[in-house]
T-cell receptor, first 117, second 116 residues
Framework: DTEVTQTPKHLVMGMTNKKSLKCEQHMGHRAMYWYKQKAKKPPELMFVYSYEKLSINESVPSRFSPECPNSSLLNLHLHALQPEDSALYLC????????????????FGPGTRLTVL | AQSVSQHNHHVILSEAASLELGCNYSYGGTVNLFWYVQYPGQHLQLLLKYFSGDPLVKGIKGFEAEFIKSKFSFNLRKPSVQWSDTAEYFCAVSPFNAGNNRKLIWGLGTSLAVNP
């Protein structure tokens, strides 16, 4: 099973709202990722968690706040977003390295389509 | 800087035509190579991947790709496309090192439209 689930599927929020995106995987992966994707563009890496610790933050604005409560869950807390933050937010997971070649294959969830008004 | 180049941004084919999408990367060391597909309104799915061994790898839905190390290329092929292959195709590379192997370097994608 290579399933990553994300909720909600769609989210509309105002610029003063606080909301959270959720991601879950049960593949025993210990690396989890948040990406932002604009239409017909490749995903842009935002954050990487490894063993529930933040290992990469790609200089993402502080209005995005990630959280990894346990090895299966990943949240992205949103506050005071801007209209340009409207995008598809993707979660992915992979085994951790070093675990041999191929361990970093990333499996993606369906995404949350976020619209900021 | 490491980069991935996909030569064809938009491809239009008729059903049953053959497909080849180019992907070149710039990195001198060992790499892991991936092709992902994103069907309209759907999420990214792994089509195929290469780590080592036979440079010709087969993926899902009849796709295959060939790794040519001397050309830093990993081209995607399908002998006969179907209307259902209409999608965005992304090539991605992960430079393999013993330290932090987290990041995928993505090509800009190729938009494939197959006419019935």
């Amino acid at each position: 099973d290579t399933e990553v689930t994300q909720t909600p599927k769609h989210l509309v929020m105002g610029m003063t709202n606080k909301k959270s995106l959720k991601c879950e995987q049960h593949m025993g992966h210990r690396a989890m990722y948040w990406y932002k994707q604009k239409a017909k563009k490749p995903p842009e890496l935002m954050f990487v968690y490894s063993y529930e610790k933040l290992s990469i933050n790609e200089s993402v604005p502080s209005r995005f706040s990630p959280e990894c409560p346990n090895s299966s869950l990943l949240n992205l807390h949103l506050h005071a977003l801007q209209p340009e933050d409207s995008a598809l937010y993707l979660c992915a997971s992979s085994q951790t390295v070093p675990a041999g070649p191929g361990a970093d294959t990333q499996y993606f969830g369906p995404g949350t389509r976020l619209t900021v008004l | 800087a490491q980069s991935v180049s996909q030569h064809n941004h938009h491809v239009i084919l008729s059903e049953a035509a053959s497909l080849e999408l180019g992907c070149n990367y710039s990195y001198g060391g060992t790499v892991n190579l991936f092709w992902y597909v994103q069907y309209p309104g759907q999420h990214l799915q792994l089509l195929l991947k290469y780590f080592s061994g036979d440079p010709l790898v087969k993926g899902i839905k009849g796709f295959e790709a060939e790794f040519i190390k001397s050309k830093f290329s990993f081209n995607l092929r399908k002998p006969s496309v179907q209307w259902s292959d209409t999608a965005e195709y992304f090539c991605a590379v992960s430079p393999f090192n013993a330290g932090n192997n987290r990041k995928l370097i993505w090509g800009l994608g190729t938009s494939l439209a197959v006419n019935p």
